[in-house]
């Protein structure tokens, strides 16, 4: 396979197209919700290339599709992006896409739109190449406000046998990654003047006690994928500014990245645990824990509606899934070599909860997304492309693998 790339010209031609649809992707701001824009970009590009099946679904992902039958592997890149921040921060234009020094400039540049360029022509590269089965590249929403929602709706529609995330991986394989919840701890006391604080309970001095106790919680170990963590990352007190008040009710916000195996019951047992001591020790004591619910609006005026709990997940090396991506990019003349991700990306979905084996390819660095001067080398960009066909050409030789999910509300099984 790395020969027929190599003399293969109408590869070449997609490859040159990479890092000038990156620049019209990052061009267009799209901040989670917002994506329509760049939304519409896809779609006109997918058309254009190819691909034999293009729409947008519900939330306003993206899918386009080449070849048929089985297997089916899923690309996704999510096309939504964080704010730039300050502008007086940046040295380049957050929407410039400017190319500096062999460099691609921008908001979204490394998180994830040069990904998501290089999976769009990868995916028509596919497509003329007549791999084996289908291949369907989907440009998601809203995963930086909640992680795989989005990419649920397209994997019940689609039900691939395998899926890539194009999440930055420095061009290596990742195999896993650490989940994420976010959980909601409030404490409640009663109000009082100030000025008579006796009569009342503070409900801040309830959680100091349980903030405390929480910091002192295990933490679990994963030999690939590290620490498992849990970081207070807001609190506030009601009513507020209390004026002369003592506070009745206190919320905090932790931040808990979990490690395989660790669902909901893992994640607030513990919790539930201390202020079951606490309200022993003391009956005015009260709170609760509970993971974050959401609701994220859509650029389709649809709601995406789920709690903030995207599990942890994890391949073995051995894995027919992962030998054939390595293989691909040996056979695309890049190096070979697996990691794992240390933040949430999509795969939660895929991987976590819908149990698809799943790996993690993409250009650039997890250091390079969220910064100011967010950017990506042009030749790692290029790279992704060869990686990607490279891998395919592997992967599309495996066999199907049985279902595991279900079709989508009202949507016929196998596709869109």
Known sequence: MGDRMQQDE?????????????????????????????AGIVAEEMGRLGYGRVT?????????ATGAGRPTTLLDAHIDTVPPGERGGWTHDPHGGEIVGGRLYGRGAADMKGAAAAMILAGAAAGRLGLPGQVVVSCSVCEELIEGKALGAALRRVQPDYVIIGEATGLKVNVGQRGRAEVVVETFGRPAHSSTPERGVNAVY????????????????????????????????????????????????????LLPGEGAEQVLGPIQGIIADLQRADPTFRATAAIAAAEVPTYTFEVIRGRKLAPAWKLPEDHPLVRAALAGLRAAGLPAATGAYRFCTNGSESAGVLNIPTIGFGP???????????SVAVADLRAAF???????AEVQQLPRVAPRVGPGQGMPIGWV
Do not use: N
């Not at 070449?12 to 917002?34: I, Y």
């Not at 650039?364 to 967010?374: G, I, K, M, N």
């Not at 060869?386 to 395919?392: A, D, E, N, Q, Y």
């Open 364 to 374: 650039a660095l997890e250091t390079d997304a969220h910064v100011r001067d967010e």
């Open 386 to 392: 060869r990686g990607f066909v490279g891998i395919l």
């Open 56 to 64: 947008v679904d519900e939330y306003g992902s993206v899918l386009g």
């Open 10 to 38: 109408p590869l070449a031609e997609f490859e040159d197209q990479v890092v000038p649809l990156a620049q019209r992707l990052v061009r267009e701001p799209s901040l989670s919700g917002k994506e329509g824009a760049v």
């Open 206 to 257: 309830a959680m100091l006690r349980l903030v405390e106790r929480v910091r002192q919680l295990p933490r679990g170990r994963d030999p690939l994928l590290g620490e498992g963590i849990l970081e207070l990352t807001d609190i506030h007190s009601s009513p507020y500014p209390g004026a002369s008040v003592v506070p009745e009710r206190c919320r905090a916000t932790f931040d808990r990245r």
